[in-house]
């Protein structure tokens, strides 16, 4: 599911689930251990809320909470308000999914 909200500097933002799948097929070699790992921080392994503004800015939060595809517009701006930057805003804009416009 795929939401679409605006902050309050009329931003307008994408916001999506990310549920990894069979991360067991996905292990790796730990170079410094030689241990078998997970890709993925613990955090993040269950799944998190990724969000990417109209400017190409990209946040997420490492918890996945249940009925984040009910909450209502400023539940999640609050859960924005709280996300971790992963990129800067560019000069391109949103790199996953380009068409993507906000609704008028």
């Known amino acids: ?4 909200i605006t902050d309050q500097d ?4 994408q916001v999506w689930a ?15 251990t030689g241990a078998d ?3 993925l921080p613990p955090a993040l392994a269950g799944g998190w809320m990724a969000f ?10 490492g918890s996945l909470p249940d ?7 400023g539940a999640l701006l609050a859960v924005l308000a709280h996300a971790a930057r992963v ?9 996953v999914s380009p068409e993507w416009r906000p609704d008028p």
Not at 1 to 4: G, H, K, S
Not at 18 to 32: F, G, N, Y
């Open 1 to 4: 599911m795929l939401r679409n």
């Open 10 to 13: 009329g931003v307008a933002w």
């Open 18 to 32: 990310v549920v990894p799948v069979s991360i067991e097929c996905h292990r790796i070699l730990d170079s410094a």
């Open 37 to 39: 790992r997970l890709p």
């Open 52 to 61: 990417e503004s109209t400017k190409g800015e990209r946040r997420q939060v």
């Open 67 to 73: 009925g984040w595809d009910t909450l209502d517009d």
């Open 87 to 95: 990129s800067p805003p560019t000069t391109t804009g949103p790199s």
